[in-house]
């Protein structure tokens, strides 16, 4: 989102979020880290260690 141009976000993801809710799509988490934890979780992806999203939590999990 250069630039601040969210327009061109906003309209993809309020889709997403009625697919979502109508089940027509699956966001299945894999796992959830502490943000301090990124490093951690981008090799976890890298390697195909995870399955489904992976999370990152501000505030730790």
Wanted: hydrophobic residues 30%; aromatic residues 4%; glycine residues 16%.
């Amino acid at each position: 989102m250069a630039g601040g141009e969210t327009g061109e976000f906003t309209l993809p993801v309020r889709g997403l979020d009625g697919w979502l809710r109508d089940g027509e799509i699956d966001a299945s988490v894999g796992g959830t880290y502490p943000l301090e934890e990124a490093a951690h979780a981008h090799r976890d992806l890298q390697q195909r260690r995870s399955t489904g999203k992976l999370l990152l939590s501000p505030e730790g999990s």
